[in-house]
Nanobody, 125 residues
Framework: QVQLVESGGGLVQAGGSLRLSCAAS????????TGWFRQAPGKEREFVGL????????LYADSVKGRFTIRRDNAKNTVYLQMNSLKPEDTAVYYC??????????????????WGQGTQVTISS
């Protein structure tokens, strides 16, 4: 039973933009928070940002603040990650994740119940 599916990754030059999508289904639809994480080769998965179910709250990692924006369209059961001013250090596999009850530690992977398969983002210098 597929819960979260990411799409929109690709290869762009530094300074460019990409928009990732995360389509939810099943129990993931009732999650209170949807987050985005990323994992670069040889590194731990790190928090990127999150959005509440009704979009009244968003939170971003310092490394992406001012460049990335998360929004959602509940009519389409989809959460978006708009990434602007991309840098080579943004290269990673990006994952969306859903927390049914809302994470106590928003940047901990343990707090999220459902995960997508990931989408590769590569930024060339």
């Amino acid at each position: 039973q597929v819960q979260l599916v990411e799409s929109g990754g690709g290869l762009v030059q530094a300074g460019g933009s990409l928009r990732l999508s995360c389509a939810a289904s099943g129990r993931a639809l009732s999650s209170k928070v949807t987050g985005w994480f990323r994992q670069a080769p040889g590194k731990e998965r790190e928090f990127v940002g999150l959005i509440s179910w009704n979009a009244d709250a968003t939170l971003y990692a310092d490394s992406v603040k001012g460049r990335f924006t998360i929004r959602r369209d509940n009519a389409k059961n989809t959460v978006y990650l708009q990434m602007n001013s991309l840098k080579p250090e943004d290269t990673a596999v990006y994952y969306c994740a859903a927390s049914q009850m809302g994470p106590l530690e928003f940047n901990s992977t343990r707090e999220y119940d459902y995960w997508g398969q990931g989408t590769q983002v590569t930024i060339s210098s």
